[in-house]
């Protein structure tokens, strides 16, 4: 029998989880600031007493979570301290593990990168490689940054899905040969001794947008990541949209073309089987665009493949401008399904691929889309690249780390 749906009971607060659940806030507040708040300020913004504040204050202080920059005359009465985030109070890390490149990044607690490198991943079929090589790469990523190890929080991991989150599995990911449930999370935390978090790359990449995006990370929006599959990443509201299994944003298997290719899921012309750079660039082959010399079919020769392609539409080569002009048009049929689905504000485009086909696809997508928006007549809805960059996945992965230091989450009021 299927399991019922069981509506979470809701139970009261201990005064140090309220305590945790004031600090975030006070955090939250300060780090939003860009010009540091004093402690009247702070009251004000956040509805605590002054009492509150200076005691949470003091400890945010003594644990150098921030600092005392500054003050402020306004007005008679003594100046006003100013306090804002010390970047040095605390660092996180962060791993992308993606089958053609392992991405690594350190943020300080401001969430600017202070360190990175990148990494082909091993073409092992054997989890324990790939694993070896994530740890090594922390270990040097640890030394070379000069960081103390007391100074990190923890090690964030954006993974290919399925996840199993509670448990920290990778579970069956497509393009990573060998790979089902392999505990990821612990043998990172084990290897590297830092505490690990996992979570689906795309969702990681939503995250890293609402930290560090900027406007484009505001409100609700896609995050449509174009890597070696496609994937959303979802944020309504200011809120990550993760599902009941964490695994929402599947969709691969959005048909776009009923004609097209035929799918392994049995249906045809998924948006994988006719978006992807791999499906792009065999069609290239057939059209002529290679000049009739034989294609790879390797990750690396379709990427280079995939290279040629936009610069020869770039050029004007009629064959190449088409196939992007098709496959503009079968994305933002994908892209549609889920701006009507969830009423969002703005889809934001990132990933690997997104850089080579941005001039392309920001001139056409806007219009497609606007034109299979339901919502249309009431919102405006914008069309937009990362603005964190190549590194999105990683970087969202670190935020993950200072997101659980940093923003208040009413949840962490629940009794467990
Ligand atoms: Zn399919």
Redesign the pocket.
Known sequence: MAEQPQFTMRRGTNLPAMGDFNQSVILDAIRRSRTGLSRVELASATGLSAQTISNICRRLLDRDFIVAAGKEISGPGKPRTILKINPDGRYALGVHLDPTVMTFVMLDLTGAVVARSRHATPTSTEPEVIIASLVSAITDLVSESGVRRDRIGGVGIAAPGPIDRVRGTVVDPPHLVGWHQVALRDALAEGTGFPAILDKDVTAAAVAEMWAGGPSGLGSFVFFYLGTGIGAGLVVKDEVVRGSSDNAGEI??I?TDPDGPP?????RG?V??TCMPRSLVIEADQRGVFGGVPIGLDTVSIDERFTELCAAAAAGDEAATDILDRSAVRLSKAVSVVANLLDLDRVVFGGPFWSRLSGHYKRSIPALLEELRVARSIHRISVVGTGVGEDVAAIGAACLVLDRALTPNPKSLLLA
């Open positions: 691969g298997h048909v799918c392994f899921c049995g249906l998924c994988i089987v």
